[in-house]
């Protein structure tokens, strides 16, 4: 069971301590835009930055008269992530109509799954990895995944005072995947969503670009205490990041103990994440229940699958068993392959699948470098490459280093041409100069590695004579004394001499200099 250990916000008065153990309860709602040319009921583009209104069928513009044709793509996609997610996809579903107004909703209404959704009662588990790099498995289980249509989107212009329209989402295809409350923490939601985005696009079912509002998440949060039932919930909506998603629903748990302790009453309420002030914002109270009048979609007939196992595609009937056919390996699948077959520890396999092209670079390198032990490959793409990348704010997509300059870097590792020092300026100096070769660049910088075990004595006996304090002090039994000589040797030789000789040369001429 994990508990919360309540702290002080700088926006929130301080504490008064809470006599019992609170625990808290978070469900996520996924609305995932599948990838398909096409809107879910029309044949408009899903084309993400058209000019505002050139997207729009007339059906998507509520023109009376015309209606809605099912995309089969939609449907397929569907399936395909309920299938890998451990759903149990019906043999009929049905759409509804989910009444409310909103200006960018030209119909007045959505259409939805609400009554019969495309599948139900799946199952998710997932890694999470604490910021003490604790890793832990958790599971949650996923209730329906449903198929419906987006809302347009409405623009404010505060100067003109007047609200416009652009209907270009209006009609794209979702897929809704509702999960239970299962979850505690914010790192466990946000390891959820990272997971999830894995697995749709290793489907291709969602590009989950969530800048592009591909994909988008609202979390349900509670607090209550040990024995008691669930607290009242309040929703964070649309939550853009995989950050924001573990900073918002920290923020908010701990906003709701606080306002507890301070003998305050948690309401029933929609609020937004403020990225900016990290913080969240009340929207608007749901005191009083929405009735979106739900009702059966007349104009779409049920949506019939074919569940009989080795059938196949009609025309008319898409099977499901066809369809299991086409699912690729999963990210558990590839970390446990990682782990049995590279001999990988949990978290290196976590880190490497979390990080697509990363884990691309792994395996050609593996592959083309059969005699390099995985563990030099993996320690240098995941401490030093994803480091630098970190460091300098940069998506190693938009990383201009090629995998043949990262295979000639490990290479030049194993085989001692260069040190770690080197390899790590090597990054730097391809990334700024993408057309230049390892090889050329280790020449024309200097960065061969000093192996020759007479310059290596020669740098050992000036850092001896350089650091006599350290040398007494190793002499007297304290053994760290050593690495003030060895980095002694580091700054003499500009961090080129292989430490490792280094080390060994070191001890023998200190060990004889005793005698």
């Known amino acids: 069971m994990n508990y919360l250990i309540i702290r002080r916000l700088s926006t929130q008065p301080k504490l008064a301590q809470i006599p019992k153990r609170w625990k ?59 299938l890998a997610l451990g759903c149990q996809v019906n043999e009929v579903s049905m759409f509804d109509r989910k009444h409310y107004f909103y200006a960018d909703l030209p119909n007045g209404y ?51 005072k007047r609200s416009l329209v652009d209907l270009n989402r209006a009609g794209l295809p979702l897929m809704e995947l509702v999960f239970a409350p299962d979850l505690e923490t914010g790192e466990e939601a946000a390891s959820l969503v990272k997971e999830l985005m894995l697995i749709l696009r290793r489907l291709q079912t969602c590009s989950c670009k969530m800048e592009e509002g591909a994909l988008r998440v609202d979390a349900n949060i509670s607090i209550h205490q040990e024995g008691d039932p669930l607290g009242v919930r309040t929703e964070v909506k649309n939550i853009g990041s995989v950050r924001s998603i573990s900073q918002a629903i920290t923020f908010e748990i701990h906003r709701q103990l606080e306002t507890v302790a301070q003998g305050g009453v948690i ?13 969240t914002v009340a929207m608007r109270d749901k005191e009083v229940l929405q009735d979106y009048r739900f009702m059966p979609e007349p104009n779409l007939p049920p949506l019939h699958l074919n569940l009989k196992p080795g059938s196949k595609s009609t025309e008319d009937l898409v099977s499901v068993a066809a369809l299991s056919e086409e699912i690729p390996e999963l990210p558990e699948d590839t970390r446990q392959r990682l782990m049995e077959q590279y001999q990988l520890n949990a978290e290196t396999a976590i880190i490497l699948v979390n990080e697509p092209i990363l884990l691309d670079y792994f395996l050609k390198i593996s592959k083309d470098l059969g005699d390099v032990p995985t563990k030099v490959t993996s320690n240098f793409l995941i401490n030093d490459l994803l480091t630098y990348c970190n460091k300098s704010n940069l998506d190693i997509e938009d990383c201009s280093i090629t995998d043949s300059d990262l295979k000639n870097i490990v290479k030049g590792l194993h085989s001692e041409q260069i040190n770690l020092q080197a390899a790590r300026q090597l990054i730097q100096l391809l990334h700024t100069n993408p057309t230049a070769k390892v090889n050329e660049l280790i020449k024309q910088h200097s960065l061969e590695q000093i192996c020759d075990l007479e310059t290596i004595e020669a740098l050992c006996q000036q850092a001896i004579s350089n650091q006599p304090k350290a040398v007494l002090q190793y002499h007297k039994g304290k053994a760290k004394a050593l690495f003030a ?28 200099a005793k005698k």
């Open 485 to 512: 000589i060895v980095g002694e040797v580091a700054k003499i030789s500009g961090q080129k001499a292989n430490m490792k000789s280094v080390v060994e040369c070191l001890e023998k001429m200190l060990k004889a």
């Open 110 to 160: 959505q259409i939805t799954q609400q009554r019969a959704a495309l599948a139900n009662n799946g199952k998710m588990t997932f890694p999470v990895i604490t910021p003490g790099k604790k890793v832990y498995y958790k599971s949650v289980q996923l209730l329906q995944l449903q198929l419906e249509q987006d809302s347009g989107k409405s623009l404010h212009d505060e100067q003109l």
């Open 267 to 279: 309401t029933n309420e929609t609020r937004s994440w403020d990225a900016e002030n990290r913080r």
């Open 24 to 82: 808290s309860v978070v469900g996520l709602e996924v609305h995932a835009q599948i990838s398909s040319a096409s809107k879910l009921f029309s044949g408009s583009g899903t084309h993400f930055g058209s000019a505002l209104n050139t997207s729009v069928a007339y059906f998507d513009a509520s023109i009376p008269g015309t209606l809605p044709v099912l995309n089969r793509k939609c449907v397929e996609s569907g399936i395909k992530t309920a």
